[in-house]
Nanobody, 124 residues
Framework: QVQLVESGGGLVQAGGSLRLSCAAS????????MGWFRQAPGKEQEFVAA????????FYADSVKGRFTISRDNAKNTVYLQMNGLKPEDTAVYYC?????????????????WGQGTQVTVSS
């Protein structure tokens, strides 16, 4: 059983930056592909970014491409989401997720484990 704990959320002004972290425990982190999703009030959960276990392959939603960067440190069992150029529309609860599939996964149903989420609020 894998446990995921996100941190790093908060309140930031538009144009600012935040770095989210997701610490994993209870499994072989280096074998899992990881993803970040977000859910804004009244909206469905949406894919943000994903990274393969080897960290050599990443994929982003068009809405964050060029502004967000996903990375991982397998030695620390942690995946990160660096968010630059934040916009008010980025406001949401951000979740990290893990899957045993060794591919990039953008669909929520294909992830096996989820964190509890961290709130990101961007003021205009």
């Amino acid at each position: 059983q894998v446990q995921l704990v996100e941190s790093g959320g908060g309140l930031v002004q538009a144009g600012g930056s935040l770095r989210l972290s997701c610490a994993a425990s209870g499994g072989t982190f280096s074998t899992y592909a990881m993803g970040w999703f977000r859910q804004a009030p009244g909206k469905e959960q949406e894919f943000v970014a994903a990274i393969k276990w080897s960290a050599g392959s990443t994929f982003y939603a068009d809405s964050v491409k060029g502004r967000f960067t996903i990375s991982r440190d397998n030695a620390k069992n942690t995946v990160y989401l660096q968010m630059n150029g934040l916009k008010p529309e980025d406001t949401a609860v951000y979740y990290c997720a893990a899957t045993g599939r060794h591919i990039i996964v953008v669909v929520t149903s294909q992830y096996d484990y989820w964190g509890q989420g961290t709130q990101v609020t961007v003021s205009s």
